[in-house]
């Protein structure tokens, strides 16, 4: 009787510990099951970029357009030497998928011509941030280090209110009869100087750099004159604009051969934004 008692205990005991066991096991069990709940809620990718190759840069130009940026390379006679002008010297890439550009150069009696062209597409290796949200901020750090001026549409717009709303001015200007008002009419006569240097100024404020709105998702333009070697005034127009994921840089920049000329800063522009929306169109098409 006793041994049996003894065996129904250890019986007991032995129970006691496996439920022990299996209690220990269900606590331990809780963490590996909220670990495994949260690696199951992922996060949504972004959207790739809506391009997947690029353009040949040296091959992103043809013989009319460069003919026109490039006027030296017309007068080049020997047939060889000027069919590789046209072709332009690729820059040096790893990847003509991510990165591709072209440098040409040509020299003319008049001066020397430079033109630089550059497409990258940007690509984001964060699956939260989309491929056209990484180009949008690798340009606005393009546009920022522009230091592109604020614009002064607003200040020449406002010139020609504040002289159409101060009355008094004019009145007096109306009645130049009194000997006051002669002095009067002579301040009045003096905005007029000024109203027609605005004008004069018109011009050159259009060309100043500034953003474009007509030119893929995003583009800017910079006009900056410098005085090189020779003394001469170098003028370097640069264009640079977004669409989607590919980000297109043109460098354009002429040196005159005698330093008492300057390069036509509207004629340039017009130019290299007739460049930059044919390389758009390529891309597009």
Known sequence: MQRKAYVSGAAVLLAALLAGCSGGSGVGSSAPDSKGGDTGTTAPVAQPGKYRTLPEACGAADHDTLDTLLPGIQQIADETQQEKEYEGNATLTYDTDRRDGCNWKAESASGTDHL??????????????????????LYAVKQTAADLPE??????????????????????????????????GDASGAPSAPSASASASQAPADLQPRVLDDLGDEAFIDDKLSTGPSTAQQRT?????????????????????ASANTPDSEEMQDRARKLARELSGKLNG
């Open 237 to 257: 127009v640069t264009v640079v604009f977004r669409t989607s994921n590919v980000i297109v840089t043109i460098e354009y920049a002429e040196q005159p051969t």
């Open 151 to 184: 614009p002064a549409v607003s200040t020449s717009a406002s010139a020609p209110a504040s002289g159409s709303a101060s009355p008094s001015p004019s009145g007096s200007a109306a009645t130049p009869a009194d000997g006051n008002t002669g002095a009067v």
């Open 116 to 137: 630089f062209v550059d497409f990258e597409r940007v690509v984001s290796y964060d699956n939260a941030v989309s491929d056209d949200s990484k180009a949008e901020e």
